[in-house]
């Protein structure tokens, strides 16, 4: 081979070594600090938490029992207990407004574990007076009563969410 070809193959190595500790810099900061979220306009932002919350989806109420349902809707839960996990035992009251949960520090509950992701799920209150959970297409998923959840779920009373860890319950 010439000087001019094992140079080039020098050269086309070393190019494709520092693309992939790039691409590994590149993962390494979105895994710890998320992707970036755009802003939405004062007038879009203030209407989008209820949009979501005012159109139900139809899949979703067939993934929690007729029974399960009736105990959601007539009674709606206040607190949000911790069952296991690094906060077991915390309470806390539920917001009106949507609770993210995940690792962030702008998360409404923050969950420092390995298996949370920095956004990981949702916690709505709908219009008729159920609290649905959403996965924010989370690593490892969101479970209700051992069930993974796809959709947005109505969640009954005293029933086990688990994320990552942790688990926790809504309750009166």
């Known amino acids: 081979m010439s000087e001019l070809t094992l140079l080039l193959l020098r050269f086309g190595l070393l190019l494709v ?3 992939f500790i790039f691409a590994i810099v590149y993962a390494l900061r979105s895994d710890l600090f998320g992707q970036r979220v755009r802003r939405m306009p004062a007038e879009t932002a203030s209407a989008a938490p209820f949009v979501a919350a005012a159109i139900p989806h139809p899949q979703a109420a067939a993934e929690v029992p007729t029974e ?3 105990v959601a809707t007539s009674t709606t839960a206040t607190r949000l207990a911790i069952t296991s996990g690094p906060k077991q035992g915390l309470e806390l009251e539920l ?3 949507p609770l993210t949960i995940g690792r962030s520090s702008e998360s409404g509950l923050i969950i420092r574990d390995d298996y949370t992701s920095t956004h990981h799920a949702r916690l709505m209150l709908w219009s008729d007076g159920r609290w649905v959970i959403q996965d924010l297409d989370s690593t490892n998923g969101t479970f209700l009563d051992g069930k993974r959840v796809t959709l947005p779920t109505p969640v009954p009373l005293n029933t086990p969410i ?3 860890t942790t688990s926790f319950e809504l309750r009166r």
Do not use: K, N, T
Request: proline share 8%; glycine share 8%.
């Open 68 to 70: 399960a349902m009736d």
């Open 162 to 164: 688990r994320i990552g």
């Open 17 to 19: 070594l520092w693309a």
């Open 95 to 97: 917001p009106q407004e």
